[in-house]
């Protein structure tokens, strides 16, 4: 599976962003897709996670009430829509999709969260 992600950019704090990520597989509906992010000097971590029919949802404690996942199986899409973002935020945002044993990442996608 290919994955492309788009929507990154620069934004103040107190801003909001989304972000997109377009999925190869025409049987995007069986995936289970996540977005992680990595900031500079720190590990990759999860952000959020729906499960292949967008019936379930989780996220991390840092984004829960700020960022919601979403997606849309006829596209092929899934998203991140980030509100009052945080200069914590800011990171490399990497889509993700899993099915089975199958893994895929994205390039990845700047965030920066600046005045």
């Known amino acids: 599976v290919q994955l492309v992600e788009s929507g990154g950019g620069l934004v103040q704090p107190g801003g909001s962003l989304r972000l997109s990520c377009a999925a190869s597989?025409?049987?995007?509906?069986?995936?289970?897709m996540s977005w992680y992010r990595q900031a500079p000097g720190k590990e990759r971590e999860l952000v959020a996670a729906?499960?292949?029919?967008?019936?379930?949802?989780n996220y991390a404690d840092s984004v829960k009430g700020r960022f919601t996942i979403s997606r849309d199986n006829a596209k092929r899409t899934v998203y991140l829509q980030m509100n009052s973002l945080k200069p914590e935020d800011t990171a490399v945002y990497y889509c993700?999709?899993?099915?089975?044993?199958?893994?895929?990442w994205g390039q990845g996608t700047q965030v920066t969260v600046s005045s």
């Open positions: 597989a025409f049987t995007f509906s069986s995936y289970a």
């Open positions: 729906i499960s292949s029919a967008g019936g379930s949802t």
């Open positions: 993700h999709s899993t099915r089975g044993l199958s893994v895929s």
